[in-house]
């Protein structure tokens, strides 16, 4: 038996099978297009479902569930996708569309969840009681796993912890909020950092790298400058590492998880990261005669949307 | 078969034997004196125990289990109560104690956990798959129930959301960090802004009740104040609100439970203060489509303690 996991992006959508021990055994991709309108995306996800298990040598009667992790929001109680921004969804019904080209069981989640999901089975907290990926991108994404198994909340809304407010009253948010996490602690807090040192500082190295113009400023332009020793970006790492450190002490003192595993794009920076978040987060205890969590970094990059999402309902 | 609870408190030791439904059969007290020293606290819980098994007219060989409600903290897995302020007590064998006069299976945690379980065992979120006990006292102390149990995380110190970060850089709190929330949401929050009307009006309604004396203000004060109408405490109450509402919606989106309960002495408020919360979580809420938790008052009062502990290890 295999399962096959579909991995939805706003550019692009990847499908692949993976066997019961978590290997990928196919993987097949197409772009997305998703202004052509939820049916016909729909009908190309199916598709790569077949092609997926075909390619892997399984016949659809080998097919135990498909698995897919969207950039939304899905709710379990009205089998509805809410709203997903990137593909302009809206209140769809994702699974009973698939049910139109396949018969084996749907599931649907979050592509945050399904990442945490994905290392819970096959990376970094493998193994762990209990866990919370972070993936620091854009915003900030997050699973909550316990027993193995997704904690996704009484209505399929936890896990969203970018939206704790750790800064009452500050940054608004795009979620009609003032101050949440995801405002400070995500590659766009990074960013925004940087983009001040540039402006403070126009002659300094972060300036120089992005040629003057403050919107080519990215997360790794700042942490590479940081890890060269550049004091503007050394400093700007330290305020981005205490943002960080903020949003994860709340999560220790609320879940103490086993593992906090971070992703995203600004887990890029390893070790680097990792032993700066781990100094802060031992700042931050409030029993400091208890162990914390560990902190380490995802492992199932690019493939974890198809690992995840082919473990859902498992 | 019966199980006892006990409920220990700086001023007194409180104990009584909870029936396989629930009920309590008896309930004895004590002071605690804990000047005395752990030993002889221990030994005057281990007497009250056999007392309010006796007063159930049961045998110890009828009594299946003791749970002891603790004011602090306590490591499972080094069998050690870590610190427990008020008593004095910092890594105390209190189970190991406990054996010494007790023969059965004796288990202890924080008395907010065990306010939680005995609110979901006997009280507001009674049958919820899912609930968080928020309690509203000279600090905030909270438990989270997943499928009527308690859930303590991986090394037994979750469920502290008193000290999740809400006012980055705030307020130093206790545990020697600045912003928890509970410097802002619970009764001392409440307080502090009863304090600062009556500093700013020393002819208003506060600071007549208070006789002029701003330590003498307590948060039934500004609660009976603002439901009477004074614009001063009404304004102070709405902040409180807000307040508790960044808190509270910072638990939403983590956890999302089926339910919130509030209690402790601000929830004393009763409906005033439940309609008000209730408005302020959803306007804070990110998914407007969505469901959001139901919030109650706790219901289980002075009783929370015993029959809470009385139910661990069920």
Known sequence: MVSIGIDVGGTGLKAGAVSERGEILSKVSCPTLPERGFEAVVADMARLAVRAAEEAGAAMEEVRSVGI?????????????????????????????????????????????????????????????????????TGIGSAIIIDGRIYAGAHGCGGEMGHIITHAGGILCSCGHRGCWERYASASGLIRLGQEIAKRNPDGVIARKSGGNPEAIDARMVLDSAKEGDPDAMQAFETYTEELAIGLSSIVVALDPEMIVLGGGVAGAGEFLLQAVRKKIAEYAIFPDMPLPRIELAITGNDAGIIGAAHLGR
């Open 69 to 137: 992790g969207i950039p939304g929001v899905h709710d379990p109680a009205r089998n509805l996708v809410v709203r997903c921004v990137n593909l302009y969804w809206k209140d769809v019904p994702l699974i009973d569309e698939m049910h139109r080209y396949l018969s084996v069981p749907v599931y649907v989640d979050n592509d945050a969840t399904v990442a945490g999901l994905a290392e819970s089975v096959a990376g970094a907290s493998r193994g762990m009681h209990s866990s919370v990926l972070i993936t620091l991108g």
